[in-house]
């Protein structure tokens, strides 16, 4: 019949011996409907042929920590109650099994054992460079530690224990570690923006973006809903899947869409922060002329690395809202028809060794100098008083801020 409705009685059972008792897991009955085209007139010589179904959403479990697992399909039928019925005659059913294949489970676990000791000594040192400051952190080195933070939560590598425990929590566990990281770093990239935004009046407070960072709060904190009405669910019953009702289907189309929609408009916005950074800084370099010819060199050497910063971050802000985007049409392929997209592993952890590495460059590149330079250095062009900590990269740290090219902007734009 159109629109048919096939009902499933489902079990899912464990054992770790060929000899041990089935240990039921979990136990539902499910309605899924038919999605079938048959390729011939309905008469009587077409009887015999097959249909052509889409494939059904049926199980997701977060972890396999036992050696055998058995699956039992029941289809139940009740014609006083119009259970599985018209829905033609069963001859058989195909399951499609996706999962995490060995190499890399390999590779996975290895990046992650390695990089976690790795961005841990990095903030240790970049966060102890700081409290050697004689004055307070400002809010773009608190924002980089944070986004340091969230990237060693995300680190930690909890997979291995998922080897030897039943953690059937691990696949929500891991959204909710990937989506403080993502509302992080978008937030980062705001603010990282808008603390060059030479020609502002009001930085290093982070009320000044609220207007920005909240609506990432609020979309995260949407999407979280929505993991939870899905894999939130599963950790109960395995059989669930938003993608059954059409109501489920259209909200999670709706929120999938809405998602890549915002984010496509805030890497436009991004861009255009970018811009106006990078329209600010070659205003000031209109002073550079009427330096000395070593701090010219010196501020056209910093002011030089700084745009490379920028373009690096627009190019990882690019490769993340891809990765985004097309991890949630991965994720629910089999529900988008005849439109199947594969995606390589080298592509996921490539985007999570980015990742690391960005977090990494930045830290290193932003922990403040305690390098004195002399007088006839310190005292120059730009008034800066004898003694005051400077050094040679896109970090110099003073007083007023966490990088020279930020005083040297922030001075012009008062005068």
């Given at each position: 019949?159109?629109?048919?409705?096939?009902t499933?009685?489902?079990?899912?059972?464990?054992?770790?011996?060929?000899?041990?008792?089935?240990k039921?897991?979990?136990?539902?009955?499910?309605?899924?409907?038919?999605?079938?085209?048959?390729?011939?007139?309905?008469?009587?010589?077409?009887?015999?042929?097959?249909?052509?179904?889409?494939?059904?959403?049926?199980?997701?479990?977060?972890?396999?920590?036992?050696?055998?697992?058995?699956?039992?399909?029941?289809?139940?039928?009740?014609?006083?109650?119009?259970?599985?019925?018209?829905?033609?005659?069963?001859?058989?059913?195909?399951?499609?099994?996706?999962?995490?294949n060995?190499?890399?489970?390999?590779v996975?676990?290895?990046?992650?054992?390695?990089?976690?000791?790795?961005?841990?000594?990095?903030?240790v040192?970049?966060?102890?460079?700081?409290?050697?400051?004689?004055?307070?952190?400002?809010?773009?080195?608190?924002v980089?530690?944070?986004?340091?933070?969230?990237?060693?939560?995300?680190?930690?590598?909890?997979?291995?224990?998922?080897?030897?425990?039943?953690?059937?929590?691990?696949?929500?566990?891991?959204?909710?570690?990937?989506?403080?990281?993502?509302?992080?770093?978008?937030?980062?990239?705001?603010?990282?923006?808008?603390?060059?935004?030479?020609?502002?009046?009001e930085?290093?407070?982070?009320?000044?973006?609220?207007k920005?960072?909240?609506?990432?709060?609020?979309?995260?904190?949407?999407?979280?809903?929505?993991?939870?009405?899905?894999r939130?669910?599963?950790?109960?019953?395995?059989?669930?899947?938003?993608?059954t009702?059409?109501?489920?289907?259209?909200?999670?189309?709706?929120?999938?869409?809405?998602?890549?929609?915002?984010?496509?408009?805030?890497?436009?916005?991004?861009?255009f922060?970018?811009?106006?950074?990078?329209?600010?800084?070659?205003?000031?370099?209109?002073?550079?002329?009427?330096?000395?010819?070593?701090?010219?060199?010196?501020?056209?050497?910093?002011?030089?690395?700084?745009?490379?910063?920028?373009?690096?971050?627009?190019?990882?802000?690019?490769?993340?809202?891809?990765?985004?985007?097309v991890?949630?049409v991965?994720?629910?392929?089999?529900?988008?028809?005849?439109?199947?997209?594969?995606?390589?592993?080298?592509?996921?952890?490539?985007?999570?060794?980015?990742?690391?590495?960005?977090?990494?460059?930045?830290?290193?590149?932003?922990?403040?100098?305690?390098?004195?330079?002399?007088?006839?250095?310190?005292?120059g062009?730009?008034?800066?008083?004898?003694?005051?900590?400077?050094?040679?990269?896109?970090t110099?740290?003073?007083?007023?801020?966490?990088?020279?090219?930020?005083?040297?902007?922030?001075?012009?734009?008062?005068?």
């Amino acid at each position: 019949e159109e629109n048919a409705e096939i009902t499933l009685d489902v079990s899912l059972a464990y054992r770790d011996d060929m000899f041990d008792d089935w240990k039921e897991i979990a136990h539902a009955i499910e309605i899924r409907k038919l999605k079938c085209s048959f390729g011939s007139p309905k008469t009587l010589e077409s009887e015999g042929r097959h249909y052509d179904c889409d494939f059904l959403p049926f199980m997701e479990i977060g972890s396999v920590a036992h050696k055998y697992y058995l699956i039992n399909i029941r289809l139940p039928v009740n014609e006083r109650k119009g259970i599985n019925v018209g829905i033609g005659e069963i001859k058989d059913i195909r399951l499609v099994g996706i999962h995490q294949n060995g190499g890399f489970t390999k590779v996975w676990f290895a990046m992650k054992t390695f990089l976690t000791p790795s961005i841990l000594i990095i903030m240790v040192w970049y966060w102890r460079r700081i409290t050697l400051m004689t004055r307070a952190p400002v809010l773009l080195e608190k924002v980089i530690f944070a986004l340091g933070i969230s990237m060693t939560f995300i680190n930690i590598p909890v997979e291995w224990f998922s080897i030897g425990f039943d953690w059937t929590w691990m696949l929500l566990f891991g959204d909710i570690r990937q989506g403080i990281f993502y509302a992080m770093l978008l937030s980062f990239w705001i603010i990282f923006c808008g603390e060059h935004m030479m020609d502002q009046n009001e930085r290093n407070r982070l009320s000044g973006y609220w207007k920005q960072v909240g609506p990432i709060a609020v979309g995260s904190f949407c999407l979280f809903i929505f993991d939870m009405c899905e894999r939130g669910v599963q950790l109960k019953n395995p059989f669930y899947s938003i993608w059954t009702t059409e109501v489920g289907t259209e909200l999670a189309m709706a929120f999938i869409i809405v998602a890549g929609i915002c984010l496509c408009l805030y890497f436009l916005f991004l861009c255009f922060m970018v811009f106006q950074v990078f329209r600010n800084i070659s205003g000031k370099q209109s002073s550079l002329p009427a330096m000395s010819k070593a701090r010219r060199l010196h501020y056209e050497g910093l002011i030089f690395r700084f745009k490379f910063l920028m373009l690096i971050t627009l190019a990882c802000a690019a490769m993340t809202v891809i990765f985004f985007i097309v991890s949630q049409v991965t994720e629910g392929h089999w529900k988008w028809g005849d439109i199947t997209i594969q995606v390589n592993s080298a592509f996921f952890t490539g985007i999570y060794g980015m990742w690391n590495l960005y977090v990494f460059a930045l830290m290193f590149l932003y922990a403040p100098s305690h390098k004195n330079y002399g007088e006839d250095q310190s005292n120059g062009d730009l008034g800066v008083n004898s003694g005051e900590e400077l050094q040679l990269t896109t970090t110099i740290t003073h007083v007023d801020g966490p990088t020279e090219v930020y005083k040297l902007a922030r001075k012009e734009a008062q005068e």
